[in-house]
């Protein structure tokens, strides 16, 4: 048989072809990426050049009522204004919710839990990850804001209205604060599994020189661990804060849509995943697209912004201490 | 059938690294030759510098011939055409994890398009009977996987897989160390036999090993071949004074 | 006064500890139920929906009672196919170079921090990107561009599958042991016999899972097919007609006026639901048995 094999030829052709293929679908990842910003910035010239900067932060004139006016597409006036306040505070109030509850739940999972309950405790954490946004949606639409507004909603106008937060002439239950609760369901996961990650690389010696200082468990969690996690816990929530911004679906479903800046938080309002998705197939004039690419081009450059900053945190503590892992 | 290997002004590097220096020795065929010397001596870069496993590092370099018969390997052929004439047997056994038995002993000539069935099972039998292992896996050839089997049973499995290509020259890079002591003596015992057909080649850090199996030995210290010579004048009369203090467990 | 000060100090320690344990049994508590809140919410509204007719009729016009969401389900399938051809082998070439032509190299880090940069792309921008690109230019002589299409869909789920699948088939890649290559290099295996038969094939119930993933998230996305796939009434299965999908066709009814439609996007949302629980659990199931059986 060595004959055989004599005769088969050294494939060089062969690796160099096998080669080159790999690298071209490497390269073909850049390649889309880049054409995704081209496409892009290309679409988005027309109100670039009409407004310039002041895009994000104009206001117009409404002659009628007399209150600031952002969105018209009919005269072509646009403002992202009211987009960027609704995903910020839409998305920071999920934060608030989420974080205390993912820490907690993070917690409970890596330094409390009873063996037993560990393995289905993270699949269920898994499979809330894995719920389409469409169906948080839905299930927001029809069960969470119905609940908001008859049991959550009016205590907190009761108790909390003087804040000027929390005012509603016409309760709907939608609005910014049922966007931020849903936000906070979905990014939870991935603030708690993050955050189980880091917890885990924290090498079990530190937990024992709290303990052996006379720690109870609490004081050993958050000396002997949490502080050596805190940068990856940091990473984690910015993590889910990039996964809010950029959330379409849900919010778009329990917003209430509506371009609009007001104090309280259960006002309908809007957000900038959800003003594409709602008026782009319907856009009035050629202005009103290239308006909208160009809020979809703020949120792509935010959103890797911040991915990248939480990709950094998180791979500075685990990368670091992965060696010493338990 | 086994053929002679000549080297002349070997040397290698690891990055900056000047791992081998100025090796020149001739191997004889149908022979088994030992090499020994201490942890990081270079004999397992030497050795890997026979079948150009050696370049598989983007950090290495190699400069000088290596003849294997006629052909000068690192200018007259690809380092794929090698290999195929030179079998290599690792320190840790490596059986392909998702291969069946005969799969393994096969792989050498199906990963090259190899495909006659009834060829292949003759091949298979003969590689499994030469190194000594047809008759413990004869029954669960298909159905049993390669890293199923224990440590001894697993290396005899690497020998017939890199005999079943019908090399000329078969290397072998520590083969026992990992081993408990009965299978290493099977592995030697195998050597015994094959170096009527091939040519062997057997880096050891064990003396004893090296005087059972092989008639040459070459000592290697600090990336120089300090002296080659019979193994029986190696180990009762050396030439060179630092042989005898390695041989004598001075050092090492 | 030390010893009160002390006792003091320890009771509020105690207390403290306590109270954290019941905290961090709350949180898990409330991470539970909007889990469970969302299944039981789904299979109550959605259960007595799901018939014969569900998946094999299509939408009545509206008003009429019945009907069922056969376009949506094949519509998707489609997409999925698309998606699947586009973004799998592209996805487990860039792991494959990643982990075995370019490790180490400044080029690979590049292509990873790219890859990231990708899957943090919102989905609502993919589908502008796709849009822009596919559908939006007129005049062109490719056939598939110019108008809403399946294939423009199947191209933004496709691209979204890439860098999970990429990862993870480089992380499965490295997992295989060195010894393994070096064996099929030894034998006279060229080398890209070797990656594909013997490094690939070894991590290939890693790549497996990694490809389900990622087809489990693309699966249930909604937003990149709002301005692609656009959506199609009626049962379609050409790749350069708008074409329907059970997330997007849910999104459409559960907006709309009439309660026949809720129903269906209730049950099709079980149905959405159910084939993701499969997807993770499989997942799970495959790497618990060890992604590299027996290899080191």
């Not at chain 1, 999972?109 to 309950?117: R, S």
């Not at chain 1, 948080?136 to 205590?155: H, S």
């Not at chain 2, 011939?65 to 200018?75: A, F």
């Not at chain 2, 210290?221 to 004048?233: A, P, Y």
Request: aromatic letters at 8%; one cysteine or more; a neutral charge.
């Amino acid at each position: 048989m060595r004959q055989f094999l004599l005769a088969r030829g050294n494939s060089a052709f062969a690796d160099r072809g096998f080669h080159w293929l790999m690298v071209l679908c490497a390269m073909s990842i850049f390649v889309i990426v880049a054409l995704i910003v081209w496409q892009l910035v290309l679409r988005s010239q027309l109100t670039w050049e009409k407004f310039g900067i002041a895009f994000f932060y104009q206001s117009f004139a409404n002659p009628e009522t007399h209150l600031p006016m952002y969105w018209d597409p009919v005269n072509a006036r646009f403002s992202a204004l009211p987009f960027i306040y609704g995903t910020l505070v839409s998305s920071f109030l999920a934060l608030l919710i989420a974080v205390p509850l993912a820490v907690g739940l993070a917690i409970f999972l890596t330094e409390m839990c009873p063996g037993f309950l560990r393995g289905p405790l993270a699949f269920f954490s898994e499979l809330l990850a894995a719920i389409p946004s469409i169906i948080y949606g839905l299930w927001a639409m029809y069960a969470l804001v119905p609940v908001l507004r008859e049991y959550v909603d009016p205590p907190l106008i009761h108790w909390l209205g003087w804040t000027g937060l929390f005012n509603d002439e016409n309760p709907t239950g939608l609005g910014y604060f049922a966007a931020g609760v849903i936000l906070s369901v979905m990014i939870l996961p991935i603030i708690s599994s993050l955050t189980r990650e880091v917890m885990s690389a924290v090498p079990n010696s530190q937990r024992e020189a709290a303990l052996a200082l006379g720690a109870t468990r609490w004081e050993m969690i958050r000396v002997g661990v949490l502080r050596n996690a805190r940068v990856g816990i940091v990473g984690g929530i910015i993590l889910g804060l990039g996964r809010a911004l950029g959330e379409t679906m849900a919010v778009t479903m329990v917003i209430g849509n509506t371009p609009e800046i007001h104090r309280s938080l259960f006002s309908n309002g809007t957000s900038m995943a959800a003003v594409i998705a709602n008026e782009f197939t319907e856009a009035v004039n050629n202005v009103h697209l290239s308006a909208l690419i160009e809020i979809g081009l703020a949120l792509f450059i935010v959103t890797i912004i911040v991915n990248a900053v939480a990709q950094l945190l998180v791979w500075a503590v685990t990368r670091g201490t992965a060696s010493q892992a338990h | 059938m086994g053929v002679g290997i000549e080297v002349g002004n070997l040397n290698a590097w690891y990055g900056t690294n000047h791992t081998l220096q100025d090796i020149n020795l001739h191997i004889p065929a149908n022979h088994a030759t030992a090499l020994i010397g201490p942890s990081g001596c270079g004999k397992s870069t030497f050795v890997r510098c026979l079948n150009r496993m050696h370049e598989t590092n983007p950090i290495a370099r190699v400069s000088g011939t290596v003849r294997i018969g006629e052909l000068d390997i690192y200018h007259d052929a690809t380092p794929v055409e090698i290999r195929r004439r030179v079998g290599m047997v690792f320190q840790r056994p490596n059986p392909f994890p998702t291969m069946s038995i005969y799969d393994n002993v096969a792989a050498g000539l199906k990963l090259n398009g190899y495909s006659n069935r009834r060829s292949l099972d003759d091949i298979v039998e003969r590689s499994l009977k030469d190194s000594a292992l047809w008759d413990e896996v004869k029954d669960d050839l298909k159905k049993k996987s390669g890293a199923s089997l224990s440590g001894g049973q697993q290396q005899r499995l690497c020998i017939a897989r890199a005999l079943a290509v019908d090399p000329e020259v078969l290397l072998m890079d520590e083969p026992a160390s990992a081993l408990d002591p009965v299978s290493t003596s099977k592995i030697e015992d195998l050597i015994f036999e094959l170096k009527t057909q091939y040519t062997i080649v057997i880096v050891t850090h064990n003396m004893q090993q090296a005087a059972r199996v092989a008639e040459k030995t070459g000592f290697f210290l600090n990336g120089r071949m300090v002296e080659f010579d019979s193994t029986h004048k190696i180990f009762t009369n050396p030439s060179d004074k630092r042989t005898e203090d390695y041989i004598t467990g001075r050092f090492g | 006064m030390r010893e009160d000060h002390f006792r003091f100090r320890s009771r509020m320690r105690a207390l403290t500890d306590g109270a954290v344990t019941v905290l961090a049994i709350l949180a898990t508590v409330v991470v539970v139920t909007p889990l469970v809140a969302i299944f039981a919410y789904l299979v109550i509204k959605g259960a007595r929906s799901l018939n014969l007719s569900f998946f094999t009729q299509i939408p009545k016009p509206e008003g009429e009672s019945g009907g069922g969401m056969a376009n949506a389900i094949v519509g998707s399938g489609i997409l999925l196919a698309v998606a699947s051809v586009l973004g799998i082998p592209i996805g487990i070439g860039g792991g494959i170079f990643l982990a075995e032509f370019g490790r180490g190299t400044k080029l690979a880090n590049v292509v990873r921090f790219t890859a990231d940069v990708l899957n943090g792309v919102p989905s609502i921008v993919m589908g502008l990107a796709i849009y822009a690109l596919i559908v939006f230019p007129k005049g062109t002589f490719f056939p598939f561009m110019g108008h809403f299409s399946a294939l423009s869909g199947g191209v933004a789920l496709g691209i979204m599958m890439i860098p999970t699948v990429c990862r993870t088939t480089e992380e499965m890649l490295l997992m295989v042991p060195h010894a393994v290559r070096e064996a099929a290099l030894g034998l006279g295996v060229p080398n890209w016999r070797s990656v594909l038969s013997i490094t690939v094939r070894t991590a290939s119930p890693g790549i497996i899972t990694g490809c389900m993933l990622a087809f489990a998230r693309v699966a249930g996305e909604t937003a990149p097919l709002l301005f692609t796939a656009l959506g199609n009434p009626f049962m379609s299965t050409s790749l350069n007609q708008p074409i329907e999908a059970l997330p997007l066709q849910i999104y459409v009814f559960a907006n709309g006026p009439y309660e026949d439609q809720h129903r269906l996007a209730w049950a099709g949302s079980l149905v959405l639901i159910a084939l993701i629980v499969l997807a993770v659990s499989l997942v799970r199931w495959v790497t618990s048995r060890g992604v590299l059986k027996g290899a080191s």
